[in-house]
């Protein structure tokens, strides 16, 4: 079992849909929770990054953890075709140094 | 501008050649890592430098090695030992919390 599953879709939505992208883990230790959007042969940049429960707004997107069951979404809101990338999961664990732990990603497709 | 470059963006390898990968980044970021990216895969950690003259094995390090001799530069080697090295390379920063910040890659391919 991996430490992290995404949903690897693809997702096809309609623009100005609300998108839902979401993670499961295993790993009890994670701490610190990270969504990278990647448009296509790019590297992946930094969208969201929370380290507690609960709910985490920025502009149109938001980040959910759920530390007891596990799981962490991504919420778009008011969805663009600009926003059609690949959507990675990214977690690690308390100390300061060290590897993230990603899911497979998600692609997603907004079309006009 | 501040960010970290990757050199070349496209790479080429015959089979038995060892080739390198750069990596620099102008951050002034204590740690760097290198990750590889397979279609449909998440990234994977090959190596990660947390001080100069210091870096320690990631998840698949075999056919691979780096060296850290500067803090800007972090530079990978995909030697002729690593059996399946197509994929794209990806090189990170981090200023020693927990995000880590991305170049642009470069994606390799065997001939």
């Known amino acids: 079992q991996k430490e992290v599953e995404q949903d690897p879709g693809p997702l096809s939505v309609p623009e100005g849909a609300i998108v839902s992208l979401n993670c499961t883990y295993s790993n009890s230790a994670f701490q610190y929770f990270m969504w990278y959007r990647q448009y296509s042969r790019k590297g992946p940049e930094l969208l969201m990054y929370?380290?507690?429960?609960g709910n985490k707004e920025d502009g149109r997107f938001t980040a959910q953890v759920d530390k007891s069951s596990k799981y962490i979404s991504l919420f778009i809101r008011d969805s663009q075709p600009s926003d059609s990338a690949t959507y990675l999961c990214a977690m690690k664990g308390g100390t300061s140094y060290g590897k993230l732990t990603f899911g497979q990603g998600t692609i997603l497709t907004v079309h006009p | 501008d501040g960010g970290i470059t990757q050199s070349p963006k496209y790479l080429f390898r015959k089979e038995g050649q060892n080739v390198t990968l750069s990596c620099e980044q102008n951050l002034n970021h204590d740690a760097m890592y290198w990750y590889r990216q397979d279609p449909g895969q998440g990234l994977r950690l090959i190596y990660y430098?947390?001080?100069?003259?210091?870096?320690q094995k990631g998840d698949i390090a075999e056919g691979y090695s780096v060296s850290r001799e500067k803090k800007e530069s972090f530079p990978l080697t995909v030697t002729s030992a690593q059996k399946n090295p197509t994929a794209f390379y990806l090189c990170a920063s981090s200023p020693g919390t927990d995000k880590q910040f991305f170049g642009p890659g470069t994606r390799l391919t065997v001939l």
């Open positions: 929370t380290y507690s429960s």
């Open positions: 430098s947390q001080i100069v003259n210091d870096f």
